[in-house]
């Protein structure tokens, strides 16, 4: 049988097939690894190119401080969030009921009487929509230092480089209005793409607790942790 490069055989077979045929499949091999280099660099070429390219479309995005004004885009972000994101965690009931009023009463007061520790920021995309938020608590915790209590992006906005960008941003503004220099958060366990997220920009899970928001159940929580900001990779 010919090898061509898509069906070149695999490691395993390479070095008893090169000594049977007088070297014409070693001949054959070093060319499919060839190809296979060059499908590997070239597949991270791309990956570079697209994430430039990302990067590039969020240069129009503006992330700014929330008002008072924002609390009914903030709501709405939310309620999509954990409708779509929280599907599989959250109880079904508590999903379909009325969290948009609820919603709206809490980033109402939060953004109208928050504490002075207490930064909330707004992702808008260049059309004015609001497409993400976030929530953060300066020196919240002697141990673990300021908190990010809310990060969400519109589930039809996601994947696009949004969240990482505006998580960097908290990071930086909750660190340089803090004392101290570490970072934490809560994620349910089960959110395995939230967790993938957090872990790539170098966050370390150090405990797992019980939820205590009544529609989850009990479900598991980890805190994630930064101890200094400078890790965020
Ligand atoms: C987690 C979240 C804030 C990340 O923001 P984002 O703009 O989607 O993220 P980026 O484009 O910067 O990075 C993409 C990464 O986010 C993570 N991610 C989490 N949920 C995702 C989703 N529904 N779609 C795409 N990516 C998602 C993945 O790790 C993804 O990378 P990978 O699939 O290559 O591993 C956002 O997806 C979100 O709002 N998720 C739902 C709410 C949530 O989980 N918030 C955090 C709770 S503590």
Known sequence: MWWTAATAP????KGVDEKRDGGRRGVIA??????QFGRRWSGKILSAWFSRMRRHHLDDFVIRPATEADAASIAEIH???????????????????SIETDRLAVWSQR???GSPTQLVNVVLSPAGQAQAFVCGYCDFDP?????VDNLHVRPDARGRGIG????RAVAGELSAKASGS???LWVFEANVAGLRFYERLG????ESARSEIPAAGGKAVLRVHWPTIVQIG
């Open 79 to 97: 309620t999509a969030s954990w409708r779509d994101a929280y599907a599989h965690i959250l109880a079904p009931d508590f999903l379909s009921g």
């Open 111 to 113: 953004l109208r009487d």
């Open 164 to 167: 990482d960008r505006l998580f």
């Open 10 to 13: 695999p490691d395993d077979l």
């Open 143 to 147: 141990v673990w230092g300021s908190l």
């Open 30 to 35: 070093a060319a499919a690894n060839a190809t």
């Open 203 to 206: 966050g370390r899970v150090v």
């Open 182 to 184: 570490g970072l934490h």
